[in-house]
Nanobody, 121 residues
Framework: QVQLVESGGGLVQPGGSLRLSCAASGSILSINGLAWYRQAPGKERELVAH???????NYAASVKGRFTISRDNAKNTAYLQMDSLKPEDTAVYYC???????????????WGQGTQVTVSS
């Protein structure tokens, strides 16, 4: 069974920083794309950042220049470095990955449990 476990959320003041981690475990053959999503109260879940297996990144306009997504393939882990945080960044952040298990013909979509990020004075 493949599992994504997130960590690093918390309460931070505006202008502060946090780094989220997403560790994948289980019978993993390969991980293709990795992404971070977030969902704020009363809003739809939105894509925040995405990174391909080759390291190409994309960001939502609202976070570009402030957030950085990265991955450590040897550790099956993704990161989201969040700098210059704003109250508008307050949301539950979710890790998402397409992962192929041993024996799979194609990868399947997996989600982490979510971690709360609150930006407030």
């Amino acid at each position: 069974q493949v599992q994504l476990v997130e960590s690093g959320g918390g309460l931070v003041q505006p202008g502060g920083s946090l780094r989220l981690s997403c560790a994948a475990s289980g019978s993993i053959l390969s991980i293709n794309g990795l992404a971070w999503y977030r969902q704020a109260p009363g809003k739809e879940r939105e894509l925040v950042a995405h990174i391909t297996s080759g390291g190409t990144t994309n960001y939502a306009a609202s976070v570009k220049g402030r957030f950085t997504i990265s991955r450590d393939n040897a550790k099956n882990t993704a990161y989201l470095q969040m700098d210059s945080l704003k109250p508008e960044d307050t949301a539950v952040y979710y890790c998402n990955a397409v992962i192929a298990r041993y024996g799979d013909y194609v990868g399947r979509n997996y989600w982490g449990q979510g971690t709360q990020v609150t930006v407030s004075s």
